[in-house]
């Protein structure tokens, strides 16, 4: 494995997917990050680990909000009135303020005053109340130190989706949100070769996939979501150690659907999406939960570019690539 720190020079990120909060991209041990991330790997590597902590850890766009939602409410008894808070509040995102460098927004422009939960993630985490719900995408080789070692084993739940609905989903929300200016095209190239933030794809997803036999992790599908989601939320349930009525399954089914997903305050992120829009950082429209569905990239994906994914997926040296 690739232990140096990597600069990355991609003309397609430099002309289109740089900006204010995000000045430029670094590869760590072979995944692309944000330059950002350089100030927090340390902090990151030794971050005090519990084993009441649960974490989620995926790659972007997989469906890490949709689990976090049905953990969340798991675990909190089915609490509806409280799960009402933004999910950055009650279930956070460790690599928010490695990802967006609020520093310079800041100076530019007085009233920009996002949440602490997503400005300050690391240190909100650290001192968050236990036991703790976290999320991050970053892979196995780069999570904290006690956690790789062993001496800590909190739960892990990693949700993989079909990575080329990742990608048309990713390419959206990173034009909604985190400032990329160019097309599907150009965005399709970066995720192949492994240019956007996370990827590469399968380095990243392979790192959980090799674990999913040990006790502490459960490895949940997108796709398995969508066929059978009373199904996943028992799996959930049974990993958390609680039990549930199957009325409970079904009233946590349908505040888990799609539609209510998509216009519940607790998930849709629109107040993060409106304060970018509003102090002009992004001036794409569109919603956090866009269409949910799986295998929709057929219609976006000229031949060319599915065949292209479909040589990807198959080459390397993973001969299963977990189905997909
Ligand atoms: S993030 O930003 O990386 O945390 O995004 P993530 O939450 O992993 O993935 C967002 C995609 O998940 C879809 N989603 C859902 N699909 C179906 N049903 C429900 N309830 C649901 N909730 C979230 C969301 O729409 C994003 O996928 P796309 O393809 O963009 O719609």
Excluded at 39 to 44: A, S
Excluded at 47 to 69: A, H, M, N, R
Excluded at 118 to 127: L, T
Aim: hydrophobic share 35%; glycine share 4%.
């Amino acid at each position: 494995m690739d232990l140096a720190f990597k600069p990355v020079d991609n003309a397609i990120l430099t002309e289109y997917f740089t900006n204010i909060f995000r000045h430029g991209y670094i590869q760590v041990k072979g995944i692309t990050l944000p330059k950002r991330f350089l100030d927090f790997h340390d902090v990151i590597k030794n971050f005090t680990v519990y084993d009441d902590d649960l974490w989620i850890c995926s790659f972007p766009k997989s469906g890490t909000t949709w689990t976090q939602e049905m953990i969340w409410m798991i675990a909190n008894d089915l609490n509806f009135e409280e799960g009402k808070k933004c999910m950055g509040d009650r279930f956070p995102f460790l690599d928010y303020e490695f990802l967006f460098d609020y520093t310079r927004v800041r100076d530019k422009i007085e009233a920009f005053d996002p949440p602490v939960y997503f400005e300050h993630s690391v240190n909100f985490i650290q001192n968050l109340r236990r036991p703790r719900l976290i999320k991050t995408h970053l892979p196995w080789f780069l999570l904290p130190e006690q956690i790789q070692s062993g001496e800590k084993r909190p739960k892990i739940i990693h949700i993989a989706r079909n990575p080329r609905d990742v990608c048309l989903s990713y390419f959206h929300h990173c034009k909604l949100f985190e400032g990329y200016t160019s097309h599907l095209d150009h965005f399709t190239q970066l995720f192949l070769t492994g240019n956007v933030s996370y990827a590469p794809y399968w380095t990243n997803v392979l790192s959980y996939w090799e674990k999913k036999s040990e006790l502490n992790f459960l490895f949940l599908k997108f796709e398995e979501l969508k066929s059978d989601l009373a199904g996943a939320i028992r799996r959930v349930a049974t990993f958390l150690c609680k039990q549930l009525t199957d009325n409970e399954v079904s009233r946590l089914a349908a505040h888990l659907s799609f539609e209510n997903m998509k216009t519940n305050k607790g998930t849709n992120y629109a107040s993060l999406i409106d304060l970018h829009r509003r102090h002009n950082l992004v001036c794409e429209e569109g919603t956090f939960i866009r269409t949910g569905e799986t295998g929709s990239y057929k219609l976006r994906y000229p031949q060319e570019l599915s065949t292209q994914f479909d040589e990807w997926v198959k080459s390397g040296d993973v001969d299963h690539k977990m189905g997909y």
